[in-house]
């Protein structure tokens, strides 16, 4: 299993540009979550899916949006990019019913000029 | 919502030495208490959890504690060693609707000296 994988590891944006953030998983999760982490503040929810077809928002979704058609893709887009969405992303995974475990990404980490 | 506050932000100690992270929690609904390692350039890693029916668990030289009742856990390692400096964070996770959401404090970065 390859578990939770991120692409691209790396990305500078100008402000204003658009992109998208893939994450994938193999391990069949129905949940899916995207963070945000910034120094001094720990990780944030931006937004997550508990299966496809189904989204909600976290505590800072504003500037992003997702989408869920798979179980195995939750891609990020950032729909006009400003510098305060500098930092670096991780994405998450984990089986549905719970709590459990959330397994992360390796992360991938934006700037935003 | 939830709050977590986690304390210290940074924590130095010498090789062998124990280090204690403390972690404090607002919502009491939070049933799930996980704590992840992350080390640099790299996701957050699970190295142990507990939930709010079990007051300790220990994991070799891991250890974490909760008290629902003054809602703080912590987070306990002895004998430690220099592939513990990382950074640590804990986090609660409160039940909403069919889906357990994550609320993570600041981090700790631990520097184990040799």
């Known amino acids: 299993n390859a578990g939770v994988t991120q692409t691209p590891k790396f990305q500078v944006l100008k402000t204003g540009q658009s992109m998208t953030l893939q994450c994938a998983q193999d391990?069949?999760?129905?949940?899916m979550s995207w963070y945000r982490q910034d120094p001094g503040m720990g990780l944030r929810l931006i937004h997550y899916s508990v299966g496809a077809g189904i989204t909600d928002q976290g505590e800072v979704p504003n500037g992003y949006n997702v989408s869920r058609s798979t179980t195995e893709d939750f891609p990020l887009r950032l729909l006009s990019a400003a510098p305060s969405q500098t930092s670096v992303y991780f994405c998450?995974?984990?089986?549905?019913?719970?709590?459990?475990?959330?397994?992360f990404g390796p992360g991938t980490r934006l700037t935003v000029t | 919502g939830e709050n977590v506050e986690q304390h210290p932000s940074t924590l130095s100690v010498q090789e062998g030495d124990s280090a204690v992270i403390k972690c404090t929690y607002s919502?009491?609904?939070?049933?799930?208490f996980p704590w992840y390692k992350q080390e640099l350039g790299k996701g957050p890693q699970l190295i142990i959890d507990i939930r709010s029916n079990v007051g300790e668990k220990k994991d070799q030289r891991i250890a974490v504690t909760l008290n629902k009742t003054a809602k703080h856990f912590s987070l306990h390692i002895t004998e430690t060693q220099p592939e513990d400096s990382a950074v640590y964070f804990c986090?609660?996770?409160?039940?909403?609707?069919?889906?357990?959401?994550?609320?993570f404090g600041s981090g700790t970065k631990l520097n184990v000296k040799p």
């Open positions: 391990m069949n999760h129905e949940y």
């Open positions: 919502d009491s609904a939070s049933n799930y």
């Open positions: 986090a609660a996770s409160p039940p909403k609707d069919n889906f357990n959401k994550f609320y």
């Open positions: 998450a995974s984990s089986p549905n019913r719970g709590p459990y475990e959330q397994y």
